[in-house]
């Protein structure tokens, strides 16, 4: 009798673990209003060659007298890049594999009352200057480096700035920087996005640490799928889903010097 009642306890456990097995996998793999849970950055390891560790937000803006406390939009976002920053060094770096990556933004300013000027340096000390408009703002802002300019080379390190200025007195208000390092696509690597789906792309950029790339594609993906969830998922995964709900606006168009 007592050796009935422990195999019936056992048959019991054995059965419990394996219907919440069949439960866990059950369930589907992007249930409406779920995150994307099969994403993961993984960060490259940071360069050990960068001095400035960069400035992915801006702690306070200045400039323009009174009427910068204006401008900010009601939940008093600042400037902030769309990068990931390493929590034990603050260094602001991410990789891309593209000529002509793009640099995403939080702006919260109007549009009537700044200008941007997008720094790239090379590791040389080199500066390419590009200056833009930011009409449409406040929101996310998407300034691609012109296909007509000189493109990043592969196993370099640039450094770039953003800085923002005050219409009326040709001030800075704020400014942020950071670090991008363009990449070799490994043939491998180059076979599954060739094959993948624009979510899956997310996945694999996102998976290799190949940030600037991951984001584009979400960017992408938020506006042509507003059902997708790539765009929050990536950006909270480096810390950033206060700026997840933020309007993406078509305002910039950068002009080289």
């Known amino acids: 009798m007592k050796l009935s009642v422990q195999k019936i306890q056992i048959f019991l456990a054995v059965s419990l673990t394996f219907l919440s097995c069949i439960n866990v996998q059950a369930q589907p793999a992007n249930p409406k209003g779920q995150l994307n849970q099969s994403l993961i950055f993984a960060a490259p390891p940071p360069p050990k060659d960068i001095g400035?560790?960069?400035?992915?937000?801006?702690?306070?803006?200045?400039?323009c007298g009174q009427d910068i406390n204006k401008l900010l939009t009601s939940s008093k976002k600042r400037l902030t890049a769309l990068v990931p920053v390493y929590s034990n060094s603050e260094l602001v770096f991410g990789t891309t594999i593209a000529e002509h990556?793009?640099?995403l933004f939080y702006v919260p300013y109007a549009s009537d009352f700044a200008s941007g000027e997008f720094v790239l340096e090379d590791e040389a000390g080199d500066q390419t200057t590009y200056k833009t408009s930011l009409t449409g703002t406040p929101g996310v802002v998407n300034l691609r480096l012109p296909s007509k300019t000189t493109f990043l080379e592969i196993g370099k390190q640039y450094r770039w700035y953003l800085n923002i200025y005050c219409q009326?007195?040709?001030q800075i208000i704020a400014n942020v920087e950071g670090y991008v390092k363009r990449e070799e696509l490994n043939p491998a690597l180059k076979t599954q996005l060739e094959k993948a789906t624009p979510r899956q792309q997310v996945n694999l950029y996102a998976a290799n640490g190949i940030w600037y790339d991951a984001l584009s594609a979400a960017s992408e993906l938020r506006r042509t799928n507003l059902q997708d969830t790539s765009w929050t998922a990536l950006l909270q995964a480096v810390g950033l889903n206060d700026f997840a709900t933020e309007p993406k606006v078509e305002c910039c168009n950068l002009e080289s010097e």
Do not use: C, I, Q
Request: aromatic letters at 6%; charged letters at 40%.
């Open 52 to 63: 400035e560790p960069g400035k992915r937000a801006e702690a306070g803006s200045r400039g």
């Open 101 to 103: 990556p793009s640099f």
């Open 168 to 170: 009326k007195d040709n």
